[in-house]
């Protein structure tokens, strides 16, 4: 199962994710994709860690997702991935300071490809971007692009979709649990 939930800041995606987790009946692992910047980003490291079960087995990795995944896929396990967007980020800040390799692009393909491979039951989570206005900035633009792609792209492969707002998850593709 490929379950993917989008929504913006502070919207609830996180703990909707990890409640959907904690009913399942199989051990979970939390795959975080952050990396502690500033104050503030660790600052929300440590508050989705403290609430997050502490049996649940954490893996911070924040570029290389595909292949965490191929090293811990195994059956009867949950993969709780969170944030697909500040995945994106780190490996477009990596492209920007090496614009002749695409890092991104790459990173991509790979995890799209090897999604629905996997044995485990997976859970996505990520921002969406695309309901805003449009940014400015070259770079901003193209995180704005790239994860409206990416979101595309896993939509067509996820089993289910959800997207969340104030808290409430609204069922885009799939069956209600």
Known sequence: MIHLILG????????????????????????????????????????????????????????????????????????????????????????????????QTQACEELLELLPRLQSDIILVSNETGLGVVPMGEMTRRFVDESGRLHQRLGKIADKVEFCVAGFPMLLKGEKS
Request: hydrophobic letters at 35%; one cysteine or more.
């Open 8 to 103: 913006g800041a502070r919207s609830g995606k996180s703990r909707h994710a990890e409640a959907i987790a904690k009913e399942l009946s199989h051990p979970v692992t939390y795959i975080a994709t952050a990396r502690p910047l500033d104050d503030e980003m660790q600052q929300r490291i440590d508050q989705h860690r403290e609430q997050r079960p502490s049996e649940w087995r954490l893996i911070e990795e924040p570029i290389a997702l595909a292949q965490q995944l191929k090293i811990i896929d195994q059956p009867q396990q949950i993969i709780l991935i969170d944030c697909l967007t500040l995945w994106l980020s780190n490996l477009l800040l990596l492209d920007d300071c090496n614009p002749q390799y695409s890092q």
